[in-house]
């Protein structure tokens, strides 16, 4: 991000109360920080509880608490906790996402693949389907739903990854239809090469399963990126801000690419 323009968008979000999984680090962690800047109460959680315990020093005020998205159970409970404690749910914000394995098709265990629907898909429903209730009832709320470029493009050897993707993309064009009548606006975000730890350790593995240095790999990625360079995690906050705000009041069922313009992947 440029030093001389602000970090995240200058909207008001005072009031707002707000929901973001795997927030410990990365996008998520950067989503939380914009929305505080803006105002809004903020609750989030993650699978590292030492992780999200040192992100008090960096989102002030916000609730926070161990949570295994990858358990529909636990992530309602978590929801309902926070929509107990705020009074309500305004923004539901599902980042959690995990990369699933590097892979050919025959070398994917199912155990990999549940993994990965686990996390990246059933999270989302379990979150949505606590939040909802209340948002109906006072008929106004928002749903952001994490997907990944992969949710438009072909993805191969990360088959699990790029279905349930995919599948985030279907479920939040479906939930938009669903819920539109109540005023709840549902769209997805598709994230492209984030500069992140993560993206860093996929670079890795698919180096390693092509057989070519890391450095290579990474080439390869922003090759077919038009802008030729990675997305800043605060890009993406800033999308989520401005869907979240009375400026986005009325984006819904869309899948919004904040990727450089990527064209193919890798």
């Known amino acids: ?60 005020g916000a609730i926070r608490e161990r949570v295994d ?29 995990i990369a699933g394995p590097t892979a050919n098709v025959e070398d994917v265990t199912p155990e990999s693949l549940d993994e990965t629907m686990a996390v990246n898909v ?3 429903f379990a979150a949505a389907r606590a939040a909802v209730p209340g948002m109906k009832s006072r008929r106004s709320g928002v749903i952001l739903n994490l997907s990944s470029i992969a949710g438009r493009l072909a993805f191969a050897m990360r088959s699990p990854y790029g279905a349930s993707k995919w599948a985030v993309v279907g479920f939040s064009k479906s939930l938009a239809a669903e819920l539109g009548r109540f005023d709840i606006r549902v769209n997805a975000i598709l994230p492209g090469h984030v500069r992140t730890e993560r993206f860093d350790r996929v670079v890795q593995a698919k180096a390693a ?30 999308m989520a801000l401005y869907l979240a705000s009375p400026f986005g009041r009325n984006v819904t069922g869309q899948a919004i690419s904040v990727c450089g313009d990527v064209h193919m992947m890798r």
């Open 69 to 97: 998205v990858g358990s529909a159970d636990d992530t309602s409970a978590f929801v309902a906790s926070v929509d107990r404690a705020f009074g309500g749910i305004d923004v539901l914000v599902n980042n959690a996402g």
């Open 1 to 60: 991000m440029s030093t001389s323009s602000p970090r995240f968008l200058p909207v008001s979000l005072a009031g707002q109360r707000v929901v973001i999984t795997a927030a410990a680090a990365g996008i998520g962690h950067t989503i939380a920080e914009g929305f505080l800047a803006c105002g809004a109460r903020v609750a989030v959680c993650d699978i590292d509880g030492e992780a999200i315990d040192r992100a008090g020093a960096t989102l002030p």
């Open 209 to 238: 399963a092509k057989g070519i240095e890391v450095e290579d790999m990474r080439r390869e990625y922003l090759s077919v990126v038009s802008l030729q360079r990675n997305v800043e995690k605060e890009d993406i906050a800033n």
């Open 122 to 124: 059933a999270s989302q």
